[in-house]
């Protein structure tokens, strides 16, 4: 027998009473606020203390946008090839299928059927989740297929965007995705039936460069990076410093690339009184707090009049005709917006 054998009661580890299990909490990236994941879940994943609207996936912006049980997936099984036979550190084919496992996705982007507010839509989401919600072929093609829907069936375009760019493993195939989609936007235009776009963090490259920013109304949420290259090529291109804020919503809405930056939890409403804007004329646009000009008819041709701008951000000189004018509306009443 030993004087000094040690005896088994050490005090027990720290226990498990204090060991959360993964995902109870989690922290506001931006204001570090230790978040209750629950609390956060139910807050639509925005930040209670500083309004931070964490990235969600695209189920959970179906769940927002649309009446329950009324979303249809369509076109779930449209996938790219990879006709480039692309490999960089690993093969294309390699990180789709990654992808695919990692999200229960087959794309970068969902679409469907639903209903918004009791009214008809058709509804794309993408998902940064998948590739960055890069914009390859399939993703292309799908929205094709939904606009097409919506020409057919004349029910309204919704389109959540949620982007890196064009995904470069399809190379010039995703880049044509830009034309493919702007062609049946313009159809959409042409057979006044609405779009709208929402722009949620970050949207960039190709999908802004296109569909994003061709929206009969664009919508944003607060603090998202919207742009086509990042800030940090902008800098070291132009070397200057940025502004502050520069291609968050709130920089964007400033200076007219948005009509209205939409918190989460109003994202469904607001889009509801939008489409019965559109829906029901003009009278009713007091309910959207956006004040719509009634659609006119857009001239087309090279022999309608359309006055050119010299909007200075464009590098026209003041009074004169830019090196890159852009397109104005005509007012209903003959003059030129601004
Ligand atoms: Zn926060």
């Not at 000094?4 to 109870?24: A, C, H, I, M, W």
């Not at 093969?91 to 059927?113: C, L, S």
């Not at 995904?167 to 062609?183: F, N, P, W």
Request: hydrophobic content about 35%; some cysteine.
């Amino acid at each position: 027998m030993s004087w000094f054998r040690r005896q088994n009661n050490r005090p027990k580890k720290p226990t498990e009473s204090r060991d959360l299990p993964d995902g109870v909490w989690t922290k506001c990236e931006n204001c570090s606020e230790i978040l209750y994941f629950k609390e956060l879940e139910r807050n639509l994943h925005v930040c209670p203390k500083c309004g931070n609207h964490f990235r969600i996936r695209s189920h959970k912006y179906v769940e927002i946008l649309t009446d329950p049980g009324t979303f249809q997936e369509t076109n779930a099984n449209v996938v790219s090839k990879d006709p480039l036979k692309f490999k960089d550190s690993k093969k294309y084919t390699d990180r789709v299928k990654d992808a695919v496992k990692k999200t229960g996705m087959n794309e970068a982007i969902v679409t469907g059927t639903a209903r918004l507010d009791e009214l008809p839509v058709v509804l794309g989401v993408m998902d940064f989740a998948f590739i960055g919600g890069s914009m390859a072929s399939a993703v292309g093609e799908k929205i094709a297929r939904s606009l097409k829907l919506c020409l057919e069936r004349k029910e309204p375009m919704i389109l959540v965007s949620a982007s890196g760019g064009a995904r470069m493993m399809e190379g010039i195939l995703s880049l044509m995705q830009m034309a493919k989609t702007s062609v049946l936007l313009a159809r959409l235009r042409n057979e006044r039936i609405p779009y709208i776009s929402i722009l949620t963090h970050p949207t960039t490259g190709g999908v802004t460069a296109s569909f994003a920013s061709l929206g009969d109304v664009i919508l944003a949420e607060p603090g998202a990076l919207i742009g086509f290259a990042g800030p940090r090529v902008i800098k070291e291109t132009v070397a200057q410093e940025l502004p502050e804020g520069f291609q968050r919503s709130e920089f964007l809405m400033k200076h007219g690339f948005l009509d209205r930056i939409t918190p989460r939890s109003e994202l469904k409403q607001t889009v509801g009184n939008i489409l019965r804007v559109f829906h029901d004329g003009v009278n009713a646009s007091s309910h959207a707090g956006i004040a719509f000009r009634p659609r006119t008819s857009v001239p087309l041709s090279e022999h309608d009049p359309v006055p050119l701008s010299d909007h200075d951000s464009f590098g026209a000189s003041e009074g004169g005709n830019g090196s890159m004018p852009i397109l104005e509306l005509p007012d209903p009443d003959g003059s030129t917006t601004t």
